[in-house]
DNA sequence: GTGGTCTAGACCACC
DNA sequence: GTGGTCTAGACCACG
């Protein structure tokens, strides 16, 4: 289901959250829909079910989905919504990473050409 | 000397990395000028020294400074070079960074805008 | 599992490196093959975690190990060609060290007789 | 006088002392000699006066240099015979750095070559 | 459990 | 005074 580089120094518990906003963003995930369970998901990505669940608990508290105990965890209605107004501070952050590099002596130029040779389709999927 | 923000997720010590980087991109700092010394910075920064201590031989091992001990350190011939080509590595990384953007559904212009309304100038001082 | 002289002049945490290196080269520790923890090898040393942590910095640092935060550290699948491409600085180095020693009066003759009198396996363990 | 380069690593104090030794080899100077005094010696070569005294110190402690107090210091009659004896430890010293090299996977043929590749005449002269 | 960062304080060699 | 190494002990994020 998700895709997940164990090597990376990205926290899996991220990658994992990063993957079901991917999906939810491309409508593969719809409101309503239940989740994987967390002991399921942990088996299928060979992952330890605490990093798995640190994951869901980070999407829960954003209310981005919603666990039914004894039952399982179903995306919010609003989810879409949430996701991208959470990336008002996706944006906010790379704003200061921008800041940073043309402090460390990097033209605009440059970053504007790292955005345009990037060949990736608007809906998140690589080509 | 250095800005230091003790709250920020990125290390303290790379921190110091990055202002002495910037100083030498800048000019401030010029080859064969001599750093100031580990515990003068640290008692300036309140820092630990081995903190400001990790920097500097990350410097050294870079060969951005060179120490010459119970001299000091100082700034190598060809600084300003060896920072210059390891900003082809962060450029790598913004890539990294856009690519995810992208993916999590956020548009080019956004970021290209992202950019342009960051007022700094090109030698890298905040206005 | 190393072998370590606390009272050598040579920084304990360098004597670490250079065990890895060894163990590496032999084919001890082969390529994807997880490093002993720094806790675990501090204690079974003696040594203070920041020494073995200092040790393992560097070896990630050279891409001779690479570390999975939360996990380990694992040997790099090229880890030696980088040793052995590091032979060449050392190479360098010993090149000085025979120049001094000529030029304090030494014979080329006896540093050749120091080479071969030494009894070592090719494979690098002492006989 | 002596060639000595501040901005290398290996201890200008010891600098000296190869200095002093190399010209005592080399018949530049002869038992009975006076050497220069630490004052002058320091002001020629531009060093701190405490380390061209540490130098004289540790030639006096060697017996390779003699102080009479109120005069100077003066070579020793058998000041060649103790640097050649010298010699010894640093030939045992070599044989470490020999044995380090080989273990880290460096073929004794190599080492062979380094020390016939240099073309330095006998009696220490750079060519 | 893992690695990574930081502080505090010590000792050393060198200048 | 300088840089370099080491210990002790703490805290954090991550799995």
Redesign the interface.
């Known amino acids: 289901m998700f895709q997940i580089d ?2 990376s ?1 990205v ?1 899996i518990y991220e990658q994992i959250i ?1 993957e079901v ?2 999906f939810i ?1 491309n409508g593969i995930l719809k409101p309503g829909a239940q989740m994987p369970s967390v002991r399921n998901l942990s088996v299928e990505l060979s992952l330890n079910p605490n990093t798995v669940q640190k994951a869901y608990s980070e999407l829960d508290s954003r209310k981005i989905i919603f666990s039914v105990p004894g039952k399982g965890c179903y995306i919010s209605e609003n989810a879409k919504d949430i ?2 107004q959470g ?1 008002r501070e ?2 906010s952050d ?2 200061e ?12 130029s ?3 050409d ?5 060949n ?1 389709c ?1 809906n ?1 999927d690589k080509l």
């Open positions: 164990p090597m120094r926290p990063d906003e991917r963003i996701i991208l990336n996706k944006l790379f704003k990473t921008v800041k940073k590099l043309i402090m460390s002596g990097i033209d605009k440059e970053l504007h790292c955005i345009d040779c990037l990736i608007d998140g």
